[in-house]
């Protein structure tokens, strides 16, 4: 425990000067400037982030315009060069012999519809539908070769070359049948690029089922950027034909983008736009690794910045918990820890100088007890000296009035060797230790306690095996311990009751048990009867003591590393537990 000054030189740092100083660290954090300088710099470094991305962005979508897989020629007022495909009406008369083959097509005989589809096609009598249903009739009848499908297919493109079929341009939809029964990887390849090449030809209004149509047939087209490009164009020609268009990238249909490319309006899809923007996100965070950049439709108290391009706009906000936070935070810390040092230290304040009142009574106490304990011998001993030196004692009782001044001297030199032993327990106590049995330790604070229960009448039952183990331990000081115990039995137990002394091992442990007939200790005393100038609470005013006795126990027991404890006893009375360690050899 603090010494006295040093206590109140704690309690003062604890009651003023820390809150002082976090009430000051406080106001410095929140009004002096370091929350709002921080917020003004993670802004600006916020806007910064924010104008490099959109710089870069712009710079990327220039360079990729260059390659766009769709640029479309512009007139010189700015408007496109193009118009809109249309859907072609192909008027053709179906002749006889197509009627024939269909009709045979129909009712699934194919070798009946065969001759019909070859004589019109030798006389060039075949509509562009009937072109394709005489390959299918080839194919159908001839499933594992399908060269002769294939020829028919060729010769519809070289005498079809304009002619439209359903809508769609007659070559297209010839090269889309024929991929489905070409096997060679180069034929293949051929073929995939001329049906993209070819989807220029397709009319806006018939674009999307053609489109469909080419994913279901060559699936790895749906990620083709050609595609998306031409998709996106085909929207564009027919919606914003007339247009004028600048030099300022602009969101397009399907997440395209358009911007200008020397004459032409470059058509970027969606998967390169995506790409685009990835990458300058990317860059951004390595340049600014405590921003991060987002697009969100709420742009409310954060850096924000349009992005037309991308119809997005782009919000900068901290990566990780940003300086103004922290500090933020800081601020509410220290305010919060002068509130609670402040009321902390006013109610150890309170407590210690509560303590030190209850301690100046109770030292008022102990000095009026030890007054009345000393006084009571030294005034016997005054006596019976006068009477000795006066000569007024009879010849007889001279040996009794002798004995009697022995004991008043002794009972005075047992009163102040307390005093001291008190007073030394609570310095840092120079210990004796060695090892001792604990017979011996036990004899020793039996035979010294024995006598206060002479005193008054009283019985002593001791319960020890012969087998005890050893400790480490000074002698005196525990001996006076125990001798403490029995004259605390002695003193509140009735006279010709019986004070049970159990000794014995447990997990490591000397336990010595003093158990009494008295009056028992109060649950709510078990502990403060312990402390130094306390009596219990069942204390007679005539009870002779000075309430150190137990304190003497509680801190020998303490400067061995054991413990003293208190319990009540089976019908009546208190049992007193003193443990202590056993030497680490005995105890192996």
């Known amino acids: 425990m603090f010494a006295a000054p ?28 370091p929350i709002a300088n921080a917020l003004a710099n993670e802004r600006a470094t916020a806007e910064q982030a924010l104008a490099f991305a959109a710089r870069t962005l712009h710079e990327r979508l220039h360079e990729a315009a260059a390659t766009a897989p769709v640029r479309l020629p512009l007139r010189p007022d700015g408007t496109l060069a193009v118009a809109p495909p249309v859907a072609t009406t192909t008027t053709t008369t179906i002749g006889i012999a197509e009627q024939a083959a269909g009709a045979h097509a129909l009712a699934g005989d194919l070798a009946q519809a065969l001759p019909f589809y070859r004589h019109a096609a030798e006389r060039n009598e075949l509509s562009p539908a009937g072109w394709l249903a005489y390959a299918n009739a080839l194919a159908a009848a001839n499933p594992t070769d399908p060269a002769a499908a294939l020829a028919v297919l060729v010769e519809a493109r070289t005498r079809n070359p304009e002619a439209f079929c359903g809508g769609l341009p007659l070559p297209w939809l010839a090269d889309l049948r024929a991929l489905a029964w070409t096997s060679s990887p180069a034929d293949r390849t051929a073929l995939r690029e001329r049906l993209v090449a070819g989807l220029t030809n397709v009319p806006a209004a018939a674009f999307a089922p053609a489109h469909e149509s080419l994913v279901a047939a060559v699936p790895e ?9 031409q998709r996106a164009a085909a929207t564009v020609i027919t919606e914003r034909a007339n247009r004028v268009w600048t030099d300022a990238p ?14 032409r309006l470059a058509v970027l899809p969606a998967t390169r736009a995506n790409a685009l923007r990835n990458a300058t996100l990317a860059a951004a965070a390595a340049t600014f690794p405590a921003v991060r950049i987002t697009a969100t439709t709420d742009a409310a108290d954060v850096p924000a910045a349009p992005i037309p391009a991308l119809a997005t706009t782009w919000t900068a906000q901290p990566a990780t918990t940003p300086n103004s936070t922290l500090l933020t935070f800081a601020a509410r810390a220290t305010l919060g820890l002068a509130a609670f040092t402040f009321l902390l230290g006013n109610l150890l304040l309170w407590r210690l100088t509560r303590r030190e009142l209850q301690l100046a009574r109770l030292r008022t106490e102990f000095v009026d007890v ?28 001279t040996a009794h009035y002798l004995r009697g ?47 206060a229960l002479r005193l008054v009448q009283q019985q002593l039952a001791i319960d020890a095996p012969r087998e005890l183990p050893t400790i480490t331990a000074d002698i005196d000081v525990l ?7 029995l004259e605390n039995a002695a003193k509140y137990a009735p006279p010709g009751s019986t004070v049970a002394v159990r000794a014995f091992a447990a997990h490591g442990e000397l336990v010595v048990e003093v158990a009494d007939c008295g009056p028992g200790v109060p649950a709510a005393e078990r502990r403060s009867i312990f402390q130094p ?55 192996s």
């Open 6 to 33: 040093t206590r109140h030189r704690f309690l003062f740092v604890l009651t003023l000067a820390v809150p002082a100083a976090c009430t000051a660290t406080w106001a410095w954090l929140a009004h002096g400037g």
């Open 221 to 229: 087209l749906a990620a083709d950027e050609r595609v998306e490009a």
């Open 250 to 263: 602009t969101a397009g249909p399907l997440g395209s983008v358009l911007l200008l490319a020397a004459d």
């Open 370 to 397: 030890v007054s009345h304990e000393l006084r009571t011998p030294l005034t016997a001993l005054s006596l019976k000296a006068e009477m000795l030196a006066a000569g007024d004692v009879p010849l007889g009782r």
């Open 405 to 451: 001044l022995h004991a008043d001297v002794k009972r005075l030199a047992d009163q102040v060797e307390r005093i001291l032993d008190f007073g030394r327990l609570q310095r840092t106590p120079r210990l004796h230790r060695q090892p001792v049995a604990a017979r011996t330790l036990l004899a020793r604070g039996l035979r010294s306690g024995r006598q």
């Open 479 to 485: 001996g006076r311990a125990l001798r403490n115990l």
């Open 533 to 587: 100038f306390v009596r219990g609470s069942t204390v007679g005013p005539d009870t002779p003591g000075s309430g150190l006795g137990l304190a003497l126990v509680a801190a020998a027991a303490r400067t061995h590393d054991g413990r003293i404890d208190v319990a009540d006893r089976p019908g009546g009375g208190a049992v007193f537990t003193l443990r202590l360690p056993i030497a680490r050899e005995d105890a």
